[in-house]
């Protein structure tokens, strides 16, 4: 089973670059399921019903989600209703979306766990028994792909190696910067720290520069809007065997030329 996991999808420019560099992999890879972050796919900031159209028309099935989920109010209409949207599973019971989906890959059951880490971060339930109880409750599926959305290494690392073997593959996102770490754990996990994100290259974390710097200095409040200028695209393909083992993983990784003059 080929899976192509797109890491998180910023504003139009990422929604747009997504599309046309997907169209290209697919034809050229055909993977068997994309998945894809989409927490900043709405203007930097959540989800519409309109950029999660968009993203499905461009050939992403699956999308997940994190601290960003609940930023487009109108996330509230249809997150209910669409099995594709996984949003954090650890947050309290009685919050609105699924923690997890099952899809069916070529008459495969693949089941899709979105968590989120608790550093620097909300303080949602424990990423790692929510896990627990998730494969406890579908422990006839040896298909399973975790994205662990958390800001520190350390969290990702720690939540991959203790369910090594467990889960097919743990892939993190958040923090919008691609780490050099894929790898494949001793007893057959996919794991990178981060896959990065798709969206502006020259923005910081995909928002325009300015705003965010002026808030550093000044600690005054600062509208934030989504970057424009040449976009980057950072996703990775891992590879399942029959039982849900990962065979190889590699980062796929665009990048559209700067065009301002460097010197
Ligand atoms: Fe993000
Ligand atoms: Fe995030």
Redesign the pocket.
């Known amino acids: 089973m080929k899976v192509l996991f797109l890491g998180?999808i910023v504003g139009e420019p990422g929604r747009r670059y997504a599309a046309q560099t997907l169209s290209s992999i697919i034809d050229e890879l055909r993977p068997d399921l994309v998945i894809a972050n989409a927490?900043?796919a709405t203007k930097g900031r959540g989800l519409s019903l309109k950029s999660a159209e968009e993203l499905y028309d461009a050939g992403i099935e699956i999308v997940t989600m994190?601290?960003?989920t609940w930023d487009q109010r109108q996330i509230f209409d249809f997150i209910d209703d669409d099995a594709r949207i996984v949003r954090p599973a650890n947050y309290p019971a009685g919050t609105p979306g699924r923690g997890y989906t099952v899809c069916k890959v070529n008459g495969v059951d693949v089941l899709i766990v979105s968590l989120m880490g608790r550093t620097f971060l909300s303080q949602l339930d424990c990423p790692f028994a929510t896990l627990e109880r998730i494969l406890a409750d579908h422990a006839q599926i040896k298909h399973v792909i975790v994205d662990m959305?958390a800001e520190t290494t350390s969290e990702k690392l720690a939540l991959a190696w203790d369910f090594d073997g467990r889960v097919s593959a743990v892939i993190g996102?958040?923090t919008h910067v691609p780490t050099a770490d894929e790898d494949i754990l001793p007893n057959g996990t996919a794991y990178i720290t981060d896959v990065g994100m798709v969206g502006p290259r020259d923005g910081i974390l995909g928002m325009r520069r300015r705003e965010v710097i002026l808030r550093m200095r000044t600690h005054l409040p600062q509208r934030f809007e989504v970057a424009d200028g040449p976009r980057q695209f950072c996703a990775v393909w891992f590879e399942l065997n029959a039982e849900g083992k990962a065979l190889n993983i590699q980062p796929i990784r665009r990048c559209e030329p700067r065009q301002e003059q460097r010197f």
């Open positions: 998180d927490e900043n994190g601290n960003h959305h996102t958040h």
